[in-house]
């Protein structure tokens, strides 16, 4: 059903860690965001590129770090884990303005321990 | 911050019925849109309605849209258990490029 896939799946890391997760969106969606989703709660917005630039950020320290590459896929950095940061990573993906919906991919579960 | 909040949180009907929920929003908007999640994976987008649109249909899905009031609400008619599922109210806020999200609302439709 989705044409955005997240690896891996699930990932345990300890507090201080870092850790890297990855998306591959649809070719010519060039707008990816990432969410991030506690239990329980809806997604909240960690950072948005278009085009290989970032161009929006949510309410998230900078050991939060992303990259998006030309093939579509892109890459979301976690520095030094604190246990707050186990959640449900998503990846998110568009073509088009802000008039189009997005595809999400299934994300990440992020323990950490 | 979340800006969405969706009124009721959790919902069981049984199959056949029909199902509403609703959101509210403090800021003006671009676009709304709805999202299902299951069991905790990912967001399947159901509908986008823009600022200057008051109703949109999909399928069994019925949209409306009320800026003066900053509400939304969804509308499923004929439920299936399929429809089981974590619903979600986003808001792209005008002048900005993101989703903001609310809380969600279960539904459990009951076969």
């Known amino acids: 059903e989705t044409g955005v896939t997240q690896s891996p799946t699930h990932l345990i890391k300890t507090r201080g860690q870092q850790v890297t997760l990855r998306c591959s969106s649809q070719?010519?969606?060039?707008?990816v965001s990432w969410y991030q989703q506690a239990l329980g709660q809806g997604p909240q917005f960690i950072f948005q590129y278009y085009r290989e630039e970032e161009n929006g950020r949510g309410n998230f320290p900078p050991r939060f770090s992303g990259l998006q590459f030309p093939n579509y896929s892109s890459e979301l950095n976690v520095n030094a884990l604190e246990l707050d940061d186990s959640a449900l990573y998503l990846c998110?993906?568009?073509?088009?303005?802000?008039?189009?919906?997005?595809?999400f991919g299934s994300g990440t579960r992020l323990t950490v321990v | 911050s979340q800006q969405g909040e969706e009124d009721p949180q959790a919902l069981s009907i049984q199959e056949g019925e029909n199902a509403t929920m609703n959101c509210s929003y403090k800021?003006?908007?671009?676009?709304l849109q709805w999202y299902r999640q299951n069991s905790g994976r990912g967001l399947v987008h159901l509908i986008l309605?823009?600022?200057?649109?008051r109703e949109k249909h999909s399928g069994r899905l019925r949209v409306t849209l009320d800026t003066s009031k900053k509400s939304s609400s969804l509308l499923i008619t004929a439920s299936r258990a399929a429809d089981t599922a974590s619903y979600f109210c986003?808001?792209?806020?005008?002048?900005?490029?993101?989703?903001?999200f609310g809380k969600g609302n279960q539904v459990v439709v009951i076969p």
């Open positions: 986003a808001t792209v806020p005008y002048g900005n490029n993101r989703l903001a």
């Open positions: 800021t003006s908007i671009n676009n």
């Open positions: 998110a993906s568009r073509t088009g303005g802000m008039g189009y919906g997005y595809t």
């Open positions: 309605i823009r600022s200057n649109e």
């Open positions: 070719s010519g969606h060039n707008t």
